[in-house]
């Protein structure tokens, strides 16, 4: 009835960070360099990697998920800047890092969110009073990500790479 007993999503515990448009994510991001000067934000796509590079400070505190290995990451705090589409993908890259939980800061401006109805998501949540930089962050968000990166996972076929989650989408998904 309330999913008392459904299965909790096995892996590495992500806690999901959410604000309503990419420029608060990155302006996020930034401010945690600032706090937390050895933290590595990792990016699944080059168009990320670029955004991120981009803010004031964080270049070299940026690394692409596919050059990240456990001697890069070990005694840092690795935060990674958006989801893959598919959640296998991620559990085997934080597996790899030996991470026991990983902060996850996306925006419903990221492609991924887009494709669930993010455009309404972001209207409902201004409707309901919350601000640009506000966090959305609760395990229902992150089930809800979890839900969709299944839904993804179903529908795709392949896993080919590409410079952009939107890109990704348009290379790996039959619709």
């Known amino acids: 009835m309330f999913g008392l007993f459904k299965k909790s999503p096995s892996g590495v515990n992500v806690i999901d960070k959410v604000w309503l448009s990419k420029q608060a994510k990155l302006k ?9 000067p050895h933290i590595l934000l990792v990016a699944w796509f080059e168009e990320t990697l670029g955004e991120l590079r981009n803010q004031d400070g964080l270049s070299e505190n940026t690394i692409s998920a596919k050059d990240l290995t456990f001697d890069k990451a070990h005694g840092r705090m690795v935060v990674f800047a958006e989801h893959y589409p598919l959640a296998s993908v991620e559990q085997t890259l934080f597996s790899v890092l030996r991470l026991s939980e990983v ?3 996306s925006s419903l401006e ?10 309404e998501t972001v209207n409902a949540m201004k409707n309901l009073g919350v601000g640009e930089d506000e966090i959305i962050g609760h395990t229902m968000v992150t089930r809800s990500i979890r839900r969709a990166q299944e ?4 529908e795709t076929r392949t896993d080919y790479a590409a410079p952009s989650c939107q890109e990704w989408f348009k290379l790996n998904m039959a619709k």
Do not use: N, T
């Open 151 to 154: 839904k993804i996972a179903i």
């Open 103 to 105: 902060p996850v800061m």
């Open 110 to 119: 990221d492609h991924l969110f887009f494709r669930f109805g993010g455009a």
């Open 28 to 36: 996020a991001c930034v401010q945690m360099k600032q706090l937390s």
